[in-house]
């Protein structure tokens, strides 16, 4: 049995990696779902980069998985995008729970009895990194590969001479993966660099300057050929990345200025929903405190992959996203686990089972509330239902606020051609193609296949609203993305009838304190309190109004209440 015990947390968390991984669906309109999803989608399905964000490695695996969908990817994508999300979702999550093997794995090597499990167990169930495993981006591959260093590398570090050659190989395999998943996953060349001076002075031998020189050639080279388009096109790769640089990294005016206060809260606070949270993050300092004390070569090793992504994001002046510390949880579940571990004459059983309910329990609940509610249909999903069923293909309808609060309903050609429109005047020229490389596609195949669907004007000015009556559609929630505002007075709108709201968030819950929302990426589920919480998506509000100017707006005036009418 003791032989087999990889499979509990492997099987834990992949049943919480794939459970409510088709949330969102149908895709039909919204694919900001979660932003960067997009991305990684059409370059799979156009078979070459629509942005240089990512490397290529994964939007290649997305690109050869599109195959088994069958027929034309880009005329199957543009009438319906959801099969290909879902595939590339799956993908991610398989990543996931492969990482989960590879924690236990690690653990098993520097760990004995039952403390490899908890390690597993810990990150299996980690909240962050279980989300994550729901999307269709490049960050949960990326540290399945990152994570595979760190174990090839410890294997190195102990292997007999002969055996060494082919475990050093093994990692920098690994980390060519990574490195082309993400351009972050260089990051773990210093896992490398340890591993090889660490076994060199261990054993009073000198550093193979030619082999590492030999890897490094080898990773350039590979790195070229997995990203051919990016070295031709290298003036419009630089340009993407720049401008990824000036808006997530560097300040911006509604950020508070850089204090050391303030970044390293940037750093630990993502880590209450990590690997064991806020008590296993200080359980993982301590395990490193005590390795570096110790002289410890596997627990620094291990170390590793946390110091350099919290050194890598101190200097961040805009707000962190949660998943840029993704990277360091795999690491802090096994260093966690290490002091439980370290600790002499624990009862066996009991010490288990108490750090296992102290660093996973909180965590599991979380998770399974949170893959519980991702389960539940989003309300932009309810909101477009609603809207195909009760409303006429002729009534215009008028969207205020960001696309990521949009309604999922059919759009018909010309509305995605000033979709794409609206991305290039909100977004500038180069960020604009980006966000509307998957609309081209849609655009193309519904002209094709000449689908008729409704006509949508998004926050359009007072000279372009629709002509007599038309459906107002706008949402709320505790993020600026919902923020909108009227092209005309509020009291010269003048409701046809009773208000129709859809809800994720419960009744009186917008004054809930404490919210936990993961800002850059647009996550409408928040970590916390998840109380107040009914199903993905932001309260989305659908009024059928008509505007009225004059004498006809002072008989009837009516206040904008985005929050009344007949509730969903």
């Not at 087999?4 to 895709?27: E, Q, Y």
């Not at 200025?257 to 993982?284: D, E, F, H, I, N």
């Not at 590793?304 to 998943?323: E, G, K, N």
Request: charged share 15%; hydrophobic share 50%; net charge positive.
């Amino acid at each position: 049995m003791k032989h087999w015990v990889w499979l509990i947390p492997t099987l834990l968390g992949g049943a919480l990696r794939f459970w409510g991984i088709t949330f969102g669906r149908p895709l039909t309109s919204n694919l900001y779902i979660r932003p960067d999803e997009s991305l990684v989608i059409v370059s799979g399905v156009l078979g070459e980069p629509s942005t240089y964000a990512y490397p290529a490695f994964f939007l290649q695996l997305a690109s050869l998985l599109f195959r088994f969908v069958g027929g034309d990817p880009a005329t199957g994508f543009g009438l319906d995008p959801t099969p290909y999300y879902l595939v590339v979702r799956y993908a991610a999550a398989l990543f996931g729970t492969g990482t989960v093997l590879l924690v236990f794995l690690i653990a098993r090597r520097v760990l004995s009895g039952q403390w490899p499990m908890l390690a597993a167990l810990i990150y299996a169930v980690s909240p962050l990194a279980v989300r994550d495993s729901h999307y269709a981006v490049t960050d949960i591959p990326s540290v399945f590969f990152q994570t595979a260093v760190v174990w090839f590398a410890l294997r190195y570090l102990d292997a007999e001479p002969g055996r060494a050659v082919r475990e050093f190989w093994w990692a920098v395999v690994a980390l060519g993966c990574s490195m082309n998943t993400k351009y972050a996953g260089v990051l773990l060349v210093t896992v490398l660099i340890s591993a090889v001076w660490m076994r060199a002075r261990s054993n009073r031998e000198a550093i193979p300057w030619g082999r590492l020189a030999g890897a490094f050639g080898a990773m350039v080279v590979a790195f070229a050929a997995v990203n051919p388009y990016l070295l031709m096109n290298l003036d419009r790769a630089l340009a993407e990345i720049w401008s990824i640089v000036r808006v997530l990294y560097l300040w911006q005016p509604s950020d508070p200025p850089w204090t050391l206060a303030y970044a390293l809260w940037q750093v630990v606070k993502p880590l209450g929903q990590g690997s064991g949270g806020w008590m296993g993050a200080a359980l993982a300092m301590a395990a490193m405190a005590y390795g570096a004390w110790k002289k410890d070569r596997q627990l620094m090793l291990i170390a590793q992959p946390v110091l350099s992504t919290a050194l890598i994001l101190l200097p961040f002046q805009h707000t962190v996203p949660y998943r840029y510390l993704l990277p360091a949880l795999p690491c802090i579940a096994i260093l966690s686990a290490a002091v439980f571990a370290r600790i002499p004459r624990l009862p066996g059983p009991l010490a288990w089972g108490c750090a296992t309910l102290l660093l996973a329990g909180v965590e599991l609940t979380t998770s399974v509330r949170l893959v519980g509610l991702l389960r539940e249909t989003d309300s932009r999903s309810l909101a477009g239902e609603w809207i195909q069923k009760n409303i006429p293909r002729e009534m215009p309808v008028v969207w205020l606020g960001g696309p990521e609060c949009e309604p999922q309903f059919i759009e018909s050609a010309a509305s995605v051609e000033r979709r794409i429109a609206f991305a290039y005047r909100r977004y500038g020229p180069v960020s604009g193609a980006i966000v509307s490389a998957p609309y081209e596609l849609m655009r193309k195949a519904k002209r094709e296949a000449g689908v008729k669907g409704w006509e949508v004007y998004r926050n359009p000015p007072d000279g372009e609203l629709p002509a007599g009556e038309f459906l107002l559609v706008t949402s709320e929630y505790p993020l600026k993305m919902t923020r909108f505002k009227l092209p005309v007075a509020a009291e010269s709108l003048r409701d046809l009838r009773e208000a129709v709201v859809f809800r994720a968030l419960r009744q009186g819950s917008e004054g809930c304190d404490g919210f936990e929302l993961d800002l850059i990426d647009a996550w409408f589920l928040p970590f916390r309190p998840l109380g107040c919480v009914d199903r993905p998506g932001p309260n989305i509000t659908v009024r059928h109004v008509r505007v009225e100017t004059g004498a006809a707006a002072q008989r009837e005036p009516r206040q904008h209440d985005p929050g009344g009418g007949q509730s969903h």
